[in-house]
Structures are given as C-alpha cells and as structure tokens.
C-alpha cells in the first residue's frame, strides 16, 4: 500500500494513493469505542484510522518506556545513584516531625 499523508494521519485530509480495505466483528466495547469516536464528528472510517493511529502511538510510547526502564535498570551508576537518594530521603524523613 502506497500512502502519502499530512503531518497527522488521524485526519481525513490524507492524500491516499490506494486504499486498504479492513473488516473487522466488534464486541460491546468496540462498539462502544466507535461510537465516542464518532460522536466527535467522525465517520466510521476515519474513527477507525484514528483509533488505529492513536493504539500506535500510545504502543510506541509504551515500549520506549518500558526500554529506558530496562536501560536504567542495567546502569549501575544510576542505581548506585539512585539508592544514594532514597537513602538521604530515608534519613530526612526520620527527623521530620509529626
């Protein structure tokens, strides 16, 4: 599939070159999804692509997170560094009155 598009896909001013047709069975909460989509002025087509686009974006986001976790997790002079300041917090926080 040839696609070009504007900086956002989620819209429907994309220029599509061809077009790749998608059935799909929803359950309740598709439906349900669909139709907040759709109650914001969007067809069923572009509520689907915007549904698409944004389940992209936010999976992205999810796997970059979850590699600056494993990242650091490995990095022993942030872990070192790390438990220096939960130490110091520890320690103020024993002399913090109640």
């Known amino acids: ?8 896909p989620s819209t429907n001013d994309a220029l599509i070159e ?6 799909a069975r929803l359950d309740e909460a598709s439906e349900q999804a ?7 002025g969007r067809n069923e087509s572009q509520a689907v692509r ?11 986001r999810q796997a ?8 650091l997790a490995e990095d022993l002079s942030d872990t070192a560094e790390r438990q220096a300041v939960m130490a110091d917090m520890d320690a103020a926080s024993a ?4």
């Open 50 to 60: 915007t549904a698409l686009v944004e389940a992209g974006r936010r999976r992205r």
């Open 64 to 71: 970059a997170l979850a590699e600056e976790v494993r990242r």
């Open 34 to 40: 669909l139709a907040a989509l759709m109650r914001e």
């Open 1 to 8: 599939m040839s696609v070009k598009t504007n900086e956002d």
């Open 95 to 98: 002399d913090w009155p109640e």
């Open 18 to 23: 061809e077009n790749k047709e998608l059935r």
